[in-house]
């Protein structure tokens, strides 16, 4: 028996930069481009949190 495409388990998407992208359909670019978005996101809340405990250690130091 035959296995449907729908049955198979998706390959987790992944980028590399500097990738070409002319293989890729416009729905691959979509979801690459929210995968992006979404590690950019995330990046800048893990930035936010080290600064604040960065700034609390220096105001503690210094005072």
Do not use: C, W
């Not at 992208?21 to 590690?39: F, K, Y």
């Not at 990046?43 to 405990?53: D, I, Q």
């Amino acid at each position: 028996m035959p296995i449907e495409d729908d049955d198979r388990p998706r390959k987790k998407i992944s980028h590399e930069i500097g990738q070409d992208l002319s293989l890729l359909s416009v729905e691959e670019l979509a979801e690459r481009i929210a995968l992006l978005r979404s590690e950019i996101e995330r990046l800048e809340a893990a930035s936010t949190k080290k600064r604040a405990s960065k700034d609390a250690a220096n105001s503690f130091f210094k005072s």
